[in-house]
């Protein structure tokens, strides 16, 4: 009696995630030391995005989603899959039968992700909470938007270098091809948006997709702390001492023809951003058109929710040991940072460009707002301006170039896109 | 692991920034002819401005004076009163006059701003 239910025992601990840790603890390439490290990221992670709230509402579930895909003998998620030529229908189509009879749930999810599917419906969202009136109001503040890509494109010659010297990793298979596609979408984290960044990697090097969405939104997060040494740097106290003329107002027309036209100009010229923009413009003109507010509730609300939350858990899914713990990710964790400065760096400078060109009238510090991070950077911009001038309100100066950075790393996606992909 | 497989490094350098110059001039002229669009649209709308109604007169029919200073003394007490832990009976507002109101404006405008963002 005793005997055989030790012998229970024993056979359902050998089907264990524990069993397959400890017996394969250096076995299989440090199989179960890689997944004990990989625990532990996901746990520091958890911990950024629940005590010191880092991007909370995507790390939370990138955290979790690392963790669970994690724990051996899950199967919950199979990364390889989507990238393993292998498991690819001729190297590189898709196998869907595959996916869905022998997939996991996150599998299932992930093809939201794989086939473009969430970041476009989180820019819907983004577009029905986006007030394009700063913009409207003072069209000039949207060179900063493109101003302040610059990191997007001077990380991407980086890693170019990188590849080429053969440093990391990148272009592993050694082919040009590869290189720019690792490369393109390691610059795009510069752009400081999240979907846009998924949407560039998930085509171009999905092997990187979970390296580079936790570098990209961990840096986000930490936009306060990144952005403001920068700005003081490059501008004197007169320039963050400038207050801005007040804004006029934006007619109901204007916000509503804007969406329309932003469309046209942009998807006719780079047909690859269509689902980026094209979502983000349905959004806003949804919102701003006020015949629809149903449909903007749901999709800033509910939707984009539902959305955050496959996106977040499926993007951390495909952290796994064999792609993950490699010098590569360390590398786009120093290039992601690499690519906020110099996108701050460029926004800035670009503001003291315009502060020459107009004669003092604008603050410099709005500049860094043209990265994308809404509307962290523009609050940013408002905290250093006000430190320096107590009744400076530059706010809503700065939320203009702050709404262009989200059309201007959109645009850089897709011209990205329309290279490589 | 193979490297340069199908490139020269130098070549491949080149490359790389020629697409990073022509990805900046793209990005740039695509926001530059967003600008002039959205500033022709602001001529465009600026014709039609007149037309739209003009903003209704300020419609605050002069309040009864006496009542309104009643009113507001009644609610200085209060707020004197709570500011500083004492009976309402204890005070009494013998005379008040407005002052300009920046300060307060500020202070609120602050405050908005910080519970908004």
């Known amino acids: ?421 | 692991m193979t490297r340069y497989v199908d490139f020269e490094p130098a070549e491949l350098i080149g490359e790389g920034i020629a697409y990073t110059i022509m990805g900046i001039c793209i990005v740039f002229l695509i926001l530059i002819i967003i600008m002039f669009v959205i500033k022709a649209m602001a001529l465009f709308s600026a014709e039609k401005t007149p037309q739209e109604p003009a903003p209704a007169a300020p419609v605050e029919a002069a309040p009864e004076p006496e009542e309104d200073s009643l009113e507001l003394i009644a609610v200085i007490t209060a707020a004197v009163a709570a500011a500083i832990g004492a009976g309402t009976s204890s005070i009494q507002v013998r005379s008040y006059k407005k002052l300009d109101g920046e300060a307060w404006n500020k202070a609120g405008r602050r405050d908005a701003l910080d519970n908004r963002f």
């Open chain 1, 1 to 421: 009696m005793l005997n055989n239910l030790l012998e229970g025992f024993g056979a359902f601990f050998a089907k264990t995630g524990v069993y397959e840790i400890l017996t394969k603890l250096v076995a299989d390439d440090f199989y179960g030391l890689k997944t004990l490290v990989m625990l532990a990221i996901a746990c520091v992670l958890l911990y950024l995005a629940i005590v010191k709230k880092f991007e909370p509402l995507l790390l939370l579930p990138i955290a979790f989603g690392m963790l669970i895909a994690n724990l051996p003998l899950g199967e919950v998620m199979h990364p390889q899959y989507f990238i393993d030529p292998e498991y690819l229908i001729d190297g590189h189509d898709l196998d869907m039968n595959l996916i869905f009879h022998k997939g996991g749930l996150l599998d299932l999810l992930y093809l939201g992700v794989k086939l473009g599917i969430y970041p476009p419906l989180i820019f819907l969202g983004i577009g029905c909470m986006t007030d394009f009136g700063p913009l409207i109001s003072n069209p000039k503040s949207i060179l900063l938007g493109a101003a302040a890509q610059l990191g997007v494109f001077i990380t991407f010659i980086g890693a170019i270098i990188l590849g080429v010297l053969g440093i990391g990793g990148f272009g592993a298979d050694g082919t040009a091809e590869t290189i720019f596609k690792e490369a393109a979408s390691i610059g795009i984290i510069g752009g400081a948006d999240g979907p846009t960044a998924i949407y560039v990697t998930k085509t171009l090097a999905p092997g990187l997709l979970s390296a580079i969405a936790i570098a990209a939104y961990s840096y986000m997060a930490l936009i306060p702390i990144i952005q403001p040494p920068f700005m003081k740097m490059l501008t004197t106290k007169a320039e963050r001492q400038i207050v801005m003329e007040q804004l006029r107002p934006v007619t109901k027309r204007e916000k509503i023809l804007f969406p329309i036209i932003v469309t046209l100009v942009v998807v006719l010229i780079v047909p690859d951003a269509a689902p980026l923009v094209g979502m983000l413009m349905l959004g806003n003109l949804i919102k701003e058109s006020g015949v629809a507010d149903r449909l903007c509730k749901t999709a800033q609300n509910e939707l984009m929710n539902i959305v955050t939350i496959f996106l977040g858990i499926t993007v951390g899914a495909t952290a796994k040991a064999d792609t993950f713990l490699t010098a590569k990710t360390i590398l786009i964790i120093a290039l992601g940072l690499a690519a906020f400065c110099i996108s701050t760096i460029g926004g800035v400078l670009f503001g003291k460009i315009m502060c020459k060109v107009t004669g003092g009238k604008v603050n410099p510090l709005i500049g860094s707002a043209g990265v994308s991070a809404v509307p962290m950077a523009a609050r940013v911009s408002q905290k250093v301006g006000q430190d320096e001038h107590p009744a400076n309100f530059l706010l809503m100066h700065a939320m203009g170039p702050n709404v262009a950075g989200v059309i201007g790393s959109a645009v850089a996606a897709g011209v990205f896109l329309a290279l490589f992909a």
